[in-house]
């Protein structure tokens, strides 16, 4: 386990990009309301709302897990009351990181550097719940309204790709702090290894939000309906895994719920093992899904089909999506660090240090 300079630099710049992020959620609902687009910022407000009472109830549940003094836990929990919890977490990973990188008295310690690591982690597995539970379906939500009630320039196709890139990488990066965490385990190579797994969630993730967004345009009941019943599937999936990420049963079930939410989106390995037959399985229905959608489409024909631009992305749909599970298979048959590990088993069995990291999700 080792926590470098860069990791502490990079835990400093997410408290800033987490302050920005609240600041830019505060900005675009304002606009809304400006635009008497209320339905639109009110949507907007309830995903960041959602995601930040998640995103503490966890955060306060790790930190109860891990304390047993009372006076601690109190204090913690009147932090997470005022929804700044994300703060505190931020506040322990800068601490354990510059004594880990920076603290000379400190940083030969492997006791220092395990809780910089583990700080890290916990910080990159609620970054995550924020990217799935938020990012993404504010994201369907703008890319929404500008194929729907507005003129979409270069800058904005700029601006949506950028969007879809950051939270592809929000996922590699969050893989890339999970093998960093467990002892024995490979982490993905630079080069050709991380290129071809960022181009699939890229790829993938990509195709399924346009694929999404069209669906919505031409039928909000359809959309609904599908997103529930992707949503459910994915929760019993969870929960005949047997998952036992959490300590309660309450939280596990919470959990649970949530993994059916990621699952709407991307593929995740949700009790670390072998993932073949599953992964096959989820995209052959993302397959037939996003076809069934275009052809759905076709044959209702709603204002927006019946442009070029829907033409294009149409296209450009089916594309990202080939090329996305072309990524994939080409990862998994040249690159996984299992193909290279000596020692290590074909699996992605989540162990090696005590703690959820070893419980939580593989993607």
């Known amino acids: ?110 006791a220092t550097k395990q809780k910089a690591v583990c700080a890290m982690t916990d910080l990159s597995m609620l ?54 965490s467990l002892p024995g385990k490979k982490g993905i190579s630079v080069g050709f290894p991380l290129l071809s797994y960022t181009l699939y969630k890229f790829f993938t993730l990509t195709s399924w939000i346009v694929s999404v967004v069209f669906l919505i345009t031409c039928n909000i009941y359809i959309f609904a309906g599908l997103v529930t019943s992707l949503g459910i599937a994915g929760f019993c999936w969870a929960w005949m895994q ?31 093992a072998k993932t073949r037959v599953s992964v096959c399985v989820y995209y052959s229905v993302r397959v037939l899904c996003t076809l069934g959608i275009l052809a759905l489409c076709f044959y209702l024909r709603p204002t927006f089909a019946r442009t070029f631009i829907f033409a294009v992305l149409s296209v450009a749909t089916v594309v990202t999506l080939g090329l996305g599970i072309l990524s994939l298979i080409l990862y998994y048959a040249c690159f996984h660090p299992t193909l290279h590990a000596i020692g290590q088993t074909s699996e992605d069995v989540v162990d090696g240090i005590p703690g959820r990291i070893q419980r939580f999700l593989m993607p």
């Open 127 to 180: 970054r995550c719940f924020k990217t799935y539970l938020e990012s993404t379906p504010q994201f369907i939500l703008q890319l929404y309204i500008l194929m729907e009630h507005g003129h979409i320039t270069i800058m904005q196709y700029l601006s949506i790709l950028i969007s879809a890139f950051s939270i592809s990488w929000s996922t590699v990066d969050y893989q890339m702090s999970l093998r960093k």
């Open 242 to 272: 047997d998952t036992d990420f959490c300590t309660s049963k309450g939280m596990e079930i919470l959990y649970r719920a949530v993994v059916g939410i990621f699952l709407i989106f991307t593929f995740f390995n949700v009790k670390g």
């Open 1 to 110: 386990m080792s926590f470098t300079k860069w990791n502490f630099i990079m835990t400093v710049f997410g408290i800033f990009s987490f302050l920005f992020d609240i600041g830019v959620d505060l900005w675009i609902s304002f606009k809304y309301f400006q635009q008497e687009l209320h339905l639109f910022a009110l949507l907007t407000i309830y995903f960041a709302l959602v995601s930040t009472l998640i995103v503490q109830t966890f955060s306060y549940s790790w930190f109860k897990d891990d304390d047993d003094d009372d006076k601690s836990t109190k204090s913690v929990l009147i932090t997470h009351l005022f929804l700044v919890g994300a703060l505190l977490r931020y506040w322990f990973a800068v601490k354990y990181g510059y004594q880990a990188t920076y603290d000379h008295r400190r940083c030969k310690f492997q």
